[in-house]
């Protein structure tokens, strides 16, 4: 790990500088898609417009016979899709997988800059990381890139999930974390084969009732512990964490629940795997219109920011204002950028 004083230095000659800002951009949902198979092709320009991010699949999901056309194609429809607004990410091969450099050079080499984020996954270490930050940088200066391509980590092993705070500030050129429930649950040895979401024996027991009946059960959630210790780590350096993916495309409603615990929690967005979720993460990962009204009025409230009122009952002090701001925030970026959604908004 570099010193703090190196942390900025370019990696390797000709490469873009890292930025000491995260560019502050709307990204609810990252939607997967597989970049070589037609009638997704077809759907693009239209889930394009949808969606925050579109994000060109290469790793689980692409067998190995399709790998290099996928690589291909991604390249192709990068170069022709009209993004306007809308981010371009890819998940690269692992890297100790046989594809992970020509991702990485074929993918610079053919978009440049219009890639905007590499998606990393199974990452364990921050040396992993550093290797591929140099990796990238190389091709940045081979390529002539103007400006750097972000990192983004699957969080996705037990050893990622013990070293997120070491990983997470290993770089400047870290984007963010996304929690990868499927490959953390088989690296832990949980007993669950679910893409995300809960499991109905994973829960607890309320006490039996007076006539010692009705016991009630309540099922907890799987991911709160890594989900929050990810927030934690990113938080503390200035990247974003996200909710993974959510697989059982037919239950709306346990894939909205789950995205709203990690909205409330902390996270900017989550995956989406399929179209329905689009619509599900923009709304789960835009506040209600109610939050946004309390909000407003708290500040309005608290006058100069500091000191104690009362508001709607309930106490508001320096504390509260920057809660709301948080809301506030977030509701003034989503005005600009998703009017259909933010003129709701009295900001
Ligand atoms: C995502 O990649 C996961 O493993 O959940
Ligand atoms: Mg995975």
């Given amino acids: 790990m570099v010193s703090n004083r190196n942390f900025y230095n370019k990696l390797a000659v000709g490469a873009p500088a890292p930025e000491k800002e995260l560019e502050n951009n709307l990204e609810r949902v990252i939607h997967f898609f597989p970049p070589h198979i037609k009638n997704v092709i077809d759907k693009l320009p239209e889930i394009t ?11 689980d999901g692409i067998s190995p016979k399709d790998k290099i056309k996928a690589r291909e194609s991604l390249a192709k429809i990068g170069q022709q ?14 890297i100790d997988s046989p594809w992970f450099l020509d991702d990485i050079s074929y993918l610079i080499e053919n978009l440049g800059n219009k890639l905007d984020v590499i998606m990393l996954p199974m990452i364990n270490d921050e040396n992993e990381i550093l290797f591929a930050d140099r990796y990238i940088a190389l091709n940045e200066a081979k390529f002539n890139l103007t400006k750097q391509i972000k990192i983004h980590v699957i969080l996705e092993t037990a050893e990622g999930v013990m070293n997120v705070e070491k990983l997470a500030r290993s770089s400047p050129r870290l984007h963010g974390f996304s929690l990868g429930p499927a490959d953390l649950a ?7 084969i679910r893409v995300g979401g809960g499991h ?3 829960g607890v027991h309320g006490d039996r009732d007076i006539n010692n009946k009705n016991r009630k059960f309540y099922q907890q959630d799987l991911w709160h512990y890594s989900l929050s210790k990810m927030i934690d780590a990113c938080a503390a350096n200035g990247i974003k964490p996200f909710f993974g993916p959510f697989g059982d495309f037919d239950d709306p409603e346990g894939c909205e629940s789950q995205f709203r615990n990690s909205f409330i929690l902390g996270c900017s967005g989550a995956w989406s795997l399929h179209p329905s979720q689009i619509t599900i993460a923009k709304r789960v990962f835009s506040p209600s219109k109610e939050e946004v009204e309390k909000a407003v009025k708290i500040i309005e409230a608290m006058g ?3 000191g104690a009122v009362k508001f709607d009952g309930k106490m508001q002090d320096d504390a509260t204002v920057k809660q709301s701001m948080v809301l506030i925030d977030l509701a003034k ?11 709701e908004y009295k900001v």
């Fill in 200 to 202: 109905p024996d994973y």
């Fill in 186 to 192: 088989a690296s832990r040895g949980m007993k669950t």
């Fill in 49 to 59: 417009k949808e969606s925050d991010v579109i994000l060109g699949n290469l790793e």
């Fill in 81 to 94: 899709l009209d993004l306007s607004g809308t981010g371009l990410w890819t998940r690269v091969n692992s």
């Fill in 304 to 306: 100069d920011g500091t």
């Fill in 333 to 343: 970026k989503i005005k600009e950028k998703d009017p259909e959604i933010g003129e």
